[in-house]
């Protein structure tokens, strides 16, 4: 295995080029959710690349009477693409979302506009997560480079979905995926995700969310009269106050066992994501509208957080005599992957001949879309390039030498499987 670990580091060097310029191409393609633009564009875009290195592809159209039910905070189509390669007994399915949160304003540079500048490539989705999807493609045209064979004992699929970045108990990408049996137990032994969780980590799960919206109803007045009305902003901003309070004694409380990363993530936590009140200067608001998002541990029990949460809001509803709407978007527990599983050990063989060391197991700080597989009982990892902490920010950039390398272990991850499984 090491003249074969020699042969694609030394390869690597011959397909860099094509992969950054495919990256770009991606990037290019402001594939912003919510609401979901310009998905067939770049759907059209990756079943032409998987066309071009020799798979089978298909685009996979939700049908539109489920689009309500799957799309909670976007409109129209939803593709995924799908490509098949390969005859071999094993069959590995690669994942990764190509939707990205908005870019929204304040950055240095063209957010769609990719731009390389000190071995980084810069603009929205490079590392959440375009790159993971050009790691994926690329890895394997490595890996079939490298070794001639490579498909007489592997069948790959790669996957690129939608609306990973908007959640949901179901999602109109991997969820209907697997819903729809186009993945499942028969055709795919293990699920490698390609999250931007680090190069030099393994992930193998991740914490447990909540996530509400919540709705305070006031009474409407003019402004110049606001004692004949029930100020909403006042009431919510108060809920909001007594929710940071709990969500402070929540980091104080408790750390988590888990190598949770960041440090920081081990801790439990609450954010208010936005808040939306009022219709003008001078009305009193009737009503108020913010997010709660949940992170609990795995030591934590999702039904009773859930339940301590809830009750937190509806007694202050109660006792402020303001009636209160909790519409919940959201609830998964934490996920745990086998990492002691013969795959698992598989691929740590392959990361520590690409890498010379251990990879370090983490469980991932944010949700994502391997709770479905869990779900559905086929085993998983994560190894993705990317700065996790660059996730949603300004002026998102990947290192090219992450992703080189990113390249590089996942094809000798995956050799590793073929030959020893």
Known sequence: MEDVISRLKNNADNIMDDAVNFLGQMVE?????????????????????????????RIIEVPENRLPELCQFGTGPRPSVIGLKGNGKL???LNGHYDVVPAGTGWKTDPFK?????????????????????MQIYAIKLLENTVGQIFDKISIMQTAVPDEETVGNKNAGMYYLMESKIISRENTDFVIFTEPLGVDNICYGHRGAIFITVKVFGRKSHGSMAYLGKDAISGAVDLITLLNKYSRDLEMSRISKYNIIPEGSKKPGMAIGYLRCGTWANTIADECEFSVYRRLIPEENLNDERDKLYELIKSFGRSSRYDIEIKEHYITDSILEDKDGKYYKLFIKGFEMANGKKPSLVLSPGTFDMRFTNHYG???????PGILEESHMNDEKISLEDLRQGIITLASGIYSMAYNY
């Not at 980084?120 to 997560?129: P, Q």
């Not at 086929?378 to 993705?384: D, E, T």
Request: no cysteine; hydrophobic share 25%; glycine share 12%.
């Open 114 to 134: 990719p731009l390389i500048s000190n071995s980084y490539l810069y603009g929205r989705g490079s590392s959440d997560m375009k790159g993971g999807l050009a």
């Open 91 to 93: 069959k590995i399915t």
């Open 378 to 384: 086929i085993p998983s990892l994560n190894y993705g």
């Open 29 to 57: 393609i402001p594939t912003e959710n919510p609401p979901g633009s310009n998905y067939e564009e770049f759907a059209k875009l990756f079943s032409e690349k998987l066309n071009s290195e020799g798979y089978s592809s």
